[in-house]
């Protein structure tokens, strides 16, 4: 029987295979990675596509906000050393709110900026 953290990093690199938009850009041959040769850039400007450095930012994004989320399950469990529980409870919450502010950020430079 496999390690319960061997496990764990299976689904979170499937989890971060799925929300990065991977499928979505294997699916365009070839897929464009960023920009034209002029400039690169990371959001593609609309919702119909996706730069494969946009969904890589993505899920970078998103895996963060799961560290931070775990950083706070894990500060319960440090009840009786109450410097720490919050220094992991700040360290997640601060996560958190730069991988939602982040995320909304992407989400709206791509709805809003053409």
Partial sequence: MP??????????GI???IVSGSI?????IPPPFGGTEE????????????????GIVGGIMY???FI?????YHSTRHIY??????????????????SFITSQYMVNYKIFVR
């Fill in 15 to 17: 989890y971060y295979f």
């Fill in 3 to 12: 390690s319960k953290w061997i496990f764990f990093a299976i689904v979170l």
């Fill in 81 to 98: 050393r109450p410097r720490y529980s919050q220094m992991l409870l700040a360290i997640g919450i601060v996560l958190i709110l730069v």
């Fill in 39 to 54: 400039a690169l850039r990371i959001l593609w400007p609309g919702l119909s596509r996706q730069f494969l450095l946009e």
């Fill in 24 to 28: 979505f850009s294997l699916s365009y």
């Fill in 68 to 72: 931070g989320f775990f950083f706070m």
């Fill in 63 to 65: 895996l963060i906000g």
